[in-house]
Structures are given as C-alpha cells and as structure tokens.
C-alpha cells in the first residue's frame, strides 16, 4: 500500500476516533432507556463485535506464515484483514455506546468495557500505521493489542454472563495463581422451623424462614450471577 494512501487512510480512521470520542465523553450510559430505533440499532453491537475479534486474531496468524516459503504470499493479505479489523472496531465501539446509552445500562463494568473497546479500536489503528514503519515496534504492539482484546472481551464477557462466569468453576489452586477473587459460597436451604399452630390462621401462616428455605437460594442459583449491584441488566 503506497503511504499516502496509508496516511488518508489513518486521517479517516483518527477523524472517527474523534467523533466517537464526543459521545463517549457527553453522553455517557446513565441507565436510562433512550428512543426505540436507538435501541434496536445498538442491539446490533453483540453481532458486529465478534467480527474485529475475528480479523485481529487472524493477523498474527498471518505475519507468522510470511517467514514460511510456501505461504509466503499470505502475509500480503494481514495488512488487508488490519484494516478490516479497524473498520469493524470503530462500528463496534459506536454500536456499543449506542446500547449502552439507549438500552438503560450503567455501572462501573460497562463504562470500563465501553473504554477498553475506545483503547482497542485506536490500537488497532496504530497497529495499521506502524505495520509499514518498524516491523519490531509493530509486533510488540500488535502483542500488546491482542492482550487489550482479551481483557476488552472479558469485560464483555462479564455484562453478559456475569462476573464470576469464567472463575467460579475455576480450581482453587488456579484462583490462588491468578489472584482473583474467591468466589462467594452459595446461600443453603434453610430447614423451615416447625411453629407451633394455636389457631387456623397461626397454622396457615407461612413460616417466617420461608423466604431464606425456598425464595433466596432461587434468586442466588439463577439470577445473582447477571443481576446484582454491579450489573442490572442481563
């Protein structure tokens, strides 16, 4: 690719940074619902977001086969899934915030995912521009973008299914490695007490551990994982 039209190619893609950065800073997920063609427009966001997954995890794959002879034509086309990749980012980033902001969401984990996929989206644009200017510089940010993937995706991963999805079927000894937070014991059945019945109506009243046996530990099993102070919506 000749470098000016790298160098437009950047322009368009920092000028969209730039316009996406002002909603990001004004209008901000207050966990309000916002217009009904807003919403179904963000809800796009969950589908578009695989596809910048996707590309970027194929770039490496890509630079690695240009060293081997017989595929050494494929490393061509990681410049082409790049900006593949930078394109979908942006979409995603925008779709994201629109969903956020109009679908009723906050907290602290959605505003850290909305940022973490903003970083993403201008690593990955940095990635476009140093690809043709230092090879070394660009793998290591290229490294660096793939783990700010992960950790991005595993943000997202916690809004949906909950934030100890990925760790409360961890080992202990792995939990003790990686330093993540115990997961907390769930809430037992509690016998009912036997109340002693004076009249009809103190023998049909229910038990005041009613609750506690039969109703809590319905709502900790199903519903604590995805609904809790940290995130109200599933």
């Given at each position: 690719?000749?470098f000016r039209?790298r160098?437009?190619?950047?322009?368009?893609?920092?000028a969209?940074?730039?316009?996406?950065?002002?909603?990001?800073l004004h209008a901000?997920?207050?966990?309000?619902?916002?217009g009904e063609?807003s919403?179904?427009?963000?809800r796009?966001?969950p589908?578009v977001v695989?596809?910048?997954?996707a590309?970027l995890?194929?770039?490496?794959?890509?630079?690695c086969a240009?060293?081997?002879r017989?595929?050494?034509?494929?490393?061509?086309?990681a410049?082409f899934?790049?900006?593949l990749a930078a394109?979908?980012a942006?979409?995603?980033?925008?779709?994201?915030?629109l969903l956020?902001?109009?679908?009723?969401?906050?907290?602290?984990l959605?505003?850290?995912?909305m940022?973490?996929?903003?970083?993403?989206?201008?690593?990955?644009?940095?990635?476009?521009?140093?690809r043709?200017?230092?090879?070394?510089?660009y793998?290591a940010?290229?490294?660096a973008?793939?783990a700010?993937?992960a950790?991005?995706s595993?943000?997202g991963?916690?809004l949906?299914?909950?934030?100890?999805?990925m760790?409360r079927?961890m080992?202990g000894?792995?939990?003790?490695?990686?330093?993540v937070?115990a997961?907390?014991?769930?809430v037992?059945?509690?016998?009912?007490?036997?109340v002693p019945?004076?009249?009809?109506n103190?023998?049909?009243?229910?038990s005041?551990?009613?609750?506690?046996?039969?109703?809590a530990?319905i709502?900790?099993?199903?519903?604590?994982n995805c609904?809790n102070?940290?995130?109200?919506k599933?």
């Open positions: 690719m000749l039209t160098l437009v190619l950047f322009g368009i893609g920092a969209f940074l730039l316009i996406l950065l002002w909603p990001l901000a997920p207050d966990g309000l619902e916002h063609l919403q179904f427009v963000g796009f966001h589908l695989h596809l910048p997954i590309f995890l194929l770039v490496p794959l890509l630079e240009g060293p081997v017989r595929w050494n034509r494929v490393r061509e086309s410049e899934v790049l900006t394109i979908t942006f979409v995603a980033v925008f779709l994201g915030w956020a902001w109009s679908g009723g969401y906050e907290g602290k959605v505003t850290t995912h940022w973490g996929g903003f970083s993403l989206a201008v690593a990955v644009l940095l990635c476009f521009v140093l043709a200017w230092d090879k070394r510089v793998g940010a290229l490294l973008t793939l700010l993937l950790w991005t595993d943000q991963g916690k949906t299914h909950g934030e100890t999805f760790t079927h080992p000894k792995l939990q003790t490695l990686l330093r937070r997961i907390p014991n769930k037992q059945p509690i016998k009912a007490a036997s019945s004076t009249s009809v103190a023998t049909l009243a229910p005041p551990t009613f609750f506690a046996a039969r109703v530990p709502f900790e099993n199903k519903c604590s609904h102070a940290e995130k109200r599933g």
